[in-house]
C-alpha cells in the first residue's frame, strides 16, 4: 500500500533517522527514549494505514495508547502499574464501544429465527 507516495515502511526508517540524527547532533536524550519516540512514530503509522486501509483502526488506537503510555514513562510520567492498567483498560473498553457501532453482523437479527421453524 502506497501512503503519501511513499512505502509505510521508508516513512517510518526515515523517522527513525532523523530521531537518531537529532540526538547526534545536540538533542539530550537517551537511547530508552529515541526508542520510545520511534515506537509511538510506528503506532502512529499504524494508525495511519489502518485508516487508509478502512481496516482494523481499533486495534492500531489501542497499540497507540500503548506506545504513548510508554513512551510518557519513558519520559518521567511516575504511574503505578494498576493506574497504567485502569488508562489501557479504558481506551480498550471505549475503542471497543466504537468497533460495536462500526461493524455490521453479516445475517439480519431476524434470520436466527426464521432459520430454525417451530415444530
Known amino acids: ?11 517510518l526508517a526515515l523517522f527513525a533517522i532523523v ?3 537529532a540526538a547526534a547532533f545536540g538533542l539530550d536524550v537517551s537511547i530508552d527514549v529515541q526508542a520510545c519516540v520511534n515506537a509511538v512514530a510506528a503506532a502512529a503509522m499504524g494508525i495511519a494505514i489502518a485508516v487508509v486501509a478502512n481496516d482494523g483502526l ?5 497499540g497507540f495508547a500503548q506506545s504513548a503510555l510508554a513512551l510518557a514513562l519513558g519520559l518521567g510520567l511516575d504511574w503505578s502499574a494498576d493506574k497504567q492498567a485502569v488508562v489501557l483498560t479504558a481506551v480498550t473498553i471505549v475503542v471497543g464501544m466504537w468497533d460495536r457501532t462500526q461493524v455490521t453482523a453479516p445475517v439480519p437479527a431476524g434470520a436466527a429465527k426464521t432459520a430454525y421453524p417451530a415444530a
Open 1 to 11: 500500500m502506497k501512503f503519501f507516495g511513499r512505502e509505510p515502511a521508508a516513512l
Open 19 to 21: 530521531v537518531k540524527l
Open 58 to 62: 481499533g486495534a492500531a488506537i489501542v
